[in-house]
Nanobody, 115 residues
Framework: VQLQASGGGLVQAGGSLRLSCKTS????????LNWYRQVLGQQRELVAT???????DYADFVKGRFTISRDNTKNTLYLQMNSLKTEDTAAYYC??????????WGQGTLVTVSS
């Protein structure tokens, strides 16, 4: 199983970015997937979740600004981030929480929001 995150970068506050997480080695459409983020020196925190049925859930600090989605034809997970704030600056990780009893992580993609 591999998860390859991309799409991070430098953006001004109020701007937008779309993160992607290309996966392989799993039956993508059957799995719940997550986006997490981590600020250097802090714990990794859950940002958003999408189930195999397409149901979504968000952390309060991104509700109304971020949208998680999936394309089962491309085995790819997305995170659309709008109205970015400086406090959204972090490394963002896609996560497969349970595949045959194991958890898998993408390598992280850095998002920097400038004021």
């Amino acid at each position: 199983v591999q998860l390859q995150a991309s799409g991070g970068g430098l953006v001004q506050a109020g701007g937008s970015l779309r993160l992607s997480c290309k996966t392989s080695g799993l039956n993508f459409r059957l799995n719940t997937l997550n986006w997490y983020r981590q600020v250097l020196g802090q714990q990794r925190e859950l940002v958003a979740t999408i189930t195999s049925d397409g149901n979504t859930d968000y952390a309060d600090f991104v509700k109304g600004r971020f949208t998680i989605s999936r394309d089962n034809t491309k085995n790819t997970l997305y995170l659309q981030m709008n109205s970015l704030k400086t406090e959204d600056t972090a490394a963002y990780y896609c996560n497969l929480p349970n595949w045959r009893g194991y958890t898998f992580w993408g390598q992280g993609t850095l998002v920097t929001v400038s004021s």
